[in-house]
């Protein structure tokens, strides 16, 4: 069996530029909910967290479109 898929199926999602992306986002709102990047006020934690849950719902629906 070869690692290609046929016409008919996705790719694996982490062979996607859109998972690496995805990864990539949630990790930078991830650091800053955590505070390892410097916010100057909760709000910004907020919105890195935010950030990160909005990253990985959105993630997770165009995979489900994709798979359909």
């Known amino acids: 069996m070869s690692d ?3 016409n008919n199926e996705p790719k694996a999602g ?3 530029t859109e998972f690496w992306l995805a990864a990539a986002a949630s990790i930078v ?3 800053f909910a955590a505070d390892i990047f410097p916010a100057e006020s909760q709000g910004e934690k907020l919105l890195g967290l935010a ?3 909005l990253t990985s719902l959105g993630y997770t629906v165009s995979r489900t479109m994709v798979k359909k």
């Open 4 to 6: 290609t898929p046929t």
């Open 29 to 31: 709102g991830l650091l």
């Open 51 to 53: 950030g990160m849950v």
């Open 14 to 16: 982490y062979k996607t």
